[in-house]
């Protein structure tokens, strides 16, 4: 069971830090992205999107409307993306892993 909870932590982790990039390098772009002007987007309107874009992205589901526009932000999706994939190989790797252990041992 403490497995999940690394596993939890890991992509809580994730989460954060991608969005925490994502307004740091793509703040200028959020009123375009939001459709107001860059005074009235306010800094929970920002972190609200950013953790949206951020699962969305890691989850792989990828609904598409909201998108970086400059090219780190882009760099910092494709490593987001890819992350994410990782995550999920790993996680089912240690399955398969104890699985096999247990049915070794018997």
């Not at 403490?2 to 994730?14: D, F, P």
């Amino acid at each position: 069971m403490t497995k999940i909870y690394k596993y939890m932590a890991y992509v809580l982790g994730l989460i954060l830090i991608s969005a925490a990039l994502i307004i740091i390098f793509e703040y200028d772009n959020f009123s375009e992205s939001m459709g107001k002007p860059l005074e009235g987007v306010t800094i929970i309107d920002v972190i609200i999107q950013t953790l949206w874009w951020s699962v969305v992205t890691i989850t792989a589901v990828g609904y598409g409307d909201v998108t970086p526009m400059s090219n780190l932000g882009k760099l910092i999706a494709m490593d987001c993306m890819l992350a994410g994939y990782a995550l999920k190989l790993y996680i089912l790797i240690d399955i398969f892993g104890h699985y096999t252990r247990t049915s070794n041992n018997s």
